[in-house]
């Protein structure tokens, strides 16, 4: 099971990108199934600078990757693990989620395009280089994505009025493996709808 860093996502979004379409190959191997896991940090990450910068594409093809992970929330365990991998790697904290993301999990491997942060020297588990990943060459029948799974909700939000600013909700549910008796539930409501926004 492969686990991500978001600059290897980010590049896998990027038409063209050499690096990138060796990570997106692993998200067109099995369409609609699991491509691999990460942390739920991963979209603020992602998601942040093209919302505010207003590029609906850069979302539609960031929120299609994000589909396709098995997100993790960031517990109790998992920011011990971070801790301790922050002090003998000398991680900035976000990083060091991310890898203590992948190592919890039991990620077969780490991939991330972060030379300089994420050495292979790193023992706890298999850090991969795009560049290490085997050359795919991807199809884009009919100018499809080779990633597929956008939430129809989300690329309406992304087709109203471009030129304001809009909300854009996404699905991410983080269980905190307690329950309040509320179930699972959307993490944002809408103003003025009725009920969530999905």
């Not at 505010?52 to 693990?81: F, K, N, Q, S, Y």
């Not at 780490?110 to 020297?121: A, H, K, L, V, Y």
């Not at 471009?162 to 329950?179: I, N, S, W």
Request: one cysteine or more.
């Amino acid at each position: 099971m492969d686990a991500f860093d978001a600059d290897a996502l980010i590049y896998a979004s990027a038409p063209g990108h050499e690096q990138g379409r060796r990570v997106a190959a692993l998200f067109s191997k099995a369409p609609g199934e699991r491509a691999g896991v990460g942390s739920a940090l991963l979209v603020p990450e992602l998601l942040r600078k093209p919302l505010c910068d207003g590029h609906p594409d850069a979302v539609r093809e960031l929120a299609a990757l994000l589909a396709r992970l098995d997100l993790r929330p960031v517990d109790r365990a998992t920011a011990m693990i971070a801790t301790v991998l922050a002090a003998r790697y000398r991680l900035r904290s976000a990083d060091a989620i991310h890898l203590a993301t992948a190592i919890a999990i039991g990620a077969h491997r780490f991939i991330t395009s972060n030379t300089r942060d994420f050495p292979q020297t790193i023992t706890e588990i298999d850090v991969t280089y795009p560049g290490d990943l085997p050359e795919i060459a991807l199809r884009r029948p009919g100018g499809e994505d080779p990633v597929d799974g956008v939430p129809d909700l989300l690329a309406r939000f992304l087709a109203r009025d471009a030129g304001h600013q809009q909300l854009v909700v996404v699905r991410v549910l983080v269980p905190d493996g307690r329950d309040h008796g509320q179930g699972d539930r959307p993490l944002v409501q809408v103003p003025g709808s009725r009920g969530t926004a999905w």
